[in-house]
């Protein structure tokens, strides 16, 4: 099992987010959680990697336990990719660029392969003409995929995608 998440509760001083979620997700498997605007999706990723502390209940990613006291985040977060609604790609930084900061600070790969390993990220999500191209000048699509190449890139066990998925229809169609 990758990742098992046990009684997960989440609070924002009277409001409770996460009420006892429990979730397991196994190699090779896709989880998707659907749920209207405001219902906690951001914020049980969130905790997952522990970008937000959970209220109560533990979190194992890879048979270690997350919520642990003395965990090493920074390690497991390197094992965790994760795309962020907003992309939060470096604004100063080229698509490449974005892609490679990980693979050098974290990874320690010497810049040749990871600039590599980054432009084979950005040629599967069809972006490698886009490169040397600032966030600024991409589209909201665009960054989005450079925002998952770069995710990509790390060679994460677990990835985390924190999309909004708009719909062209009214909602009385769905």
């Known amino acids: 099992m990758v990742l098992d998440v046990q009684d997960l509760h989440k609070s924002f001083g009277e409001l409770e987010v996460i009420k006892g979620v429990n979730l397991q997700v196994h190699q090779g498997e896709v989880v998707c959680i659907i749920g209207p605007s405001g219902a906690g999706k951001s914020t049980l ?11 109560r209940g533990r979190i194992f990613f890879d048979g270690q336990e997350v919520t642990g006291r003395h965990v090493n985040l920074n390690k497991i977060r390197s094992q965790m990719g994760m795309v962020f609604q907003h992309f939060n790609l470096f ?4 698509a490449l660029e974005n892609c490679t900061l990980g693979l050098i600070k974290v990874r320690k790969l010497k810049r040749k392969e990871a600039e590599e390993r980054a432009m084979a990220m950005l040629r599967l999500v069809g972006l490698e003409d886009k490169a040397h191209v600032k966030p600024a000048k991409l589209s909201g699509g665009q960054q989005q995929r450079v925002a998952i190449a770069r ?12 999309v909004a998925y708009l719909c062209s229809r009214s909602r009385a169609d769905w």
Do not use: G, Q, S, V
């Not at 990723?45 to 209220?55: F, H, Q, S, V, Y």
């Not at 604004?91 to 080229?94: F, G, R, Y």
């Not at 995710?151 to 924190?162: H, N, Q, S, W, Y």
């Open 91 to 94: 604004p100063h930084l080229t």
């Open 151 to 162: 995710a990509l890139a790390m060679e994460p066990k677990l990835m985390l995608f924190d």
């Open 45 to 55: 990723l969130r905790c997952i990697n522990r970008l937000e502390e959970p209220t």
